[in-house]
């Protein structure tokens, strides 16, 4: 029997040390990362002409690597100390689709949590604990261990006292986390999420990358440089009224003080929208609205017990498991009041973009060129270099691989 035909048994990441020990693995097993960001890549291209996730992605496998160099006392291999093949081509792309999301809020959390740069946001406590604090209530030990700080909705980071390094502490392993996530613009690990938004099992910590979808959809449905024959009316007046509620949260125009994805999030969806892909667009908000909408009612509900000490004591993840971070340093005043208000006009306005959709029906031909002519070939805001590889996606994928074996 060869190796494509053998049962899989790789196992899923269960854990926050699951899958930095899968992603550093990844760096090193290059031979199944080749196909893992092949195949991911042709995932994404279904719904992007620009997706380029191989640069990002490999960022991220390198990044993790000194995530638990910082993190673990000795960073062997465990779990996943070998892979073969055929879990490349099959289960490591699916189990990536799963628990990047998962990986992303947990370190988001951590971040701001470890970071002094965001004690002005009344954050940061972790900064000066150590990893290891074996025999002392700090939080950031605790929380690493799953040791009293539960963090509801966040994935279990599984480490063990016998795994963590005793000399490094949470400002330590800030500048680390940093190198895959950014507050001021999209990091690594958020521009492979953009790409993978279409292809990855719904997850809270997703809302933010959808919110960004959406302000980018609405402007197209609008746009008056093409007449959208098959779309109602109603579809394109809720999009012209969503689009200030989403500017609560995309482009900070509000009280709001959370914003989506990062700071530098208003034009990560600029230039990338594939021109035949409206109607996929449109299907996957029909499946998903009420996943984005239920997102936004937990946020609402919890926020109200966002303050310092839930943040340093792990009692809730706050914005960040759902991909928001915060805007200002002012953010946690009068929480409730300035964001329970946007919250709810975006939902109201979310409802009725759910109905206008149900009653839409899509033509692909019509929506045709619209996307060029529109957005252009623009990158995807600071930081990003992406275009299209004029000699395809082989040479592209063959290219890519070439530097990432030097």
């Not at 080749?34 to 990044?63: C, H, M, N, Q, W």
């Not at 966002?306 to 340093?329: H, I, R």
Request: proline share 4%; hydrophobic share 35%; charged share 20%.
């Amino acid at each position: 029997m060869s190796e494509e035909q053998q049962p899989c048994k790789f196992k899923d990441p269960d854990t926050l040390k699951d899958i930095l020990e899968l992603l550093e693995k990844l760096m090193d097993a290059r031979s199944i990362s080749s196909p893992v960001l092949g195949k991911l890549e042709e995932e994404a291209k279904k719904y992007f002409k620009e997706s380029d996730i191989l640069s990002p992605l490999a960022t991220v496998f390198t990044r993790a690597s000194g995530i638990r160099s910082t993190i673990l006392e000795s960073p062997s291999y465990d779990k996943y100390s070998s892979l073969t093949g055929h879990e490349g081509h099959d289960c490591v792309p699916r189990a990536l689709k799963t628990c990047l999301p998962k990986a992303y809020a947990a370190l988001l959390f951590m971040l701001f949590n470890c970071d002094t740069a965001f004690s002005g946001y009344s954050l940061g406590e972790w900064s000066g604990q150590k990893v290891n604090g074996i025999g002392s209530s700090h939080d950031l030990y605790q929380w690493l261990t799953d040791d009293r700080l539960v963090t509801p909705g966040l994935i279990k980071r599984g480490f063990l006292d016998r795994d963590l390094d005793d000399s490094n502490d949470g400002q330590t392993v800030a500048p680390v986390i940093k190198q895959i996530i950014s507050h001021d613009s999209a990091g690594p690990l958020q521009k492979v999420l953009l790409y993978l938004l279409f292809v990855c099992p719904w997850d809270p910590s997703l809302t933010g990358h959808a919110l960004c979808f959406l302000s980018m959809f609405c402007v197209t449905v609008q746009s008056p440089q093409k007449n959208f024959e098959g779309y109602s009316e109603e579809l394109k007046n809720v999009c012209q009224e969503i689009q200030s509620s989403l500017n609560s949260f995309v482009q900070g125009s509000s009280q709001s003080h959370i914003l989506a994805v990062s700071q530098g999030n208003s034009n990560v969806y600029t230039g990338v929208f594939k021109n035949d892909s409206l109607d996929a667009y449109c299907d996957w908000l029909r499946g998903n609205l009420q996943n984005i909408i239920q997102s936004l009612n937990l946020m609402s509900e919890d926020c109200g017990t966002w303050n310092p000490m839930s943040f340093q004591t792990g009692l809730t993840a706050g914005p960040f498991l759902y991909g928001f971070v915060p805007k200002d340093k002012s953010w946690m005043t009068d929480i409730s009041s300035n964001l329970q208000g946007p919250i709810k006009s975006l939902i109201e306005s979310l409802e009725k973009l759910e109905k206008a959709l149900q009653t839409s029906s899509s033509a692909a031909a019509t929506a045709g060129g619209v996307f060029t002519g529109l957005l252009g070939t623009g990158g995807l805001g600071a930081g990003a270099a992406y275009a299209t590889n004029a000699f395809g996606f082989q040479n592209l994928i063959t290219s890519f691989i070439s530097s990432f074996l030097k």
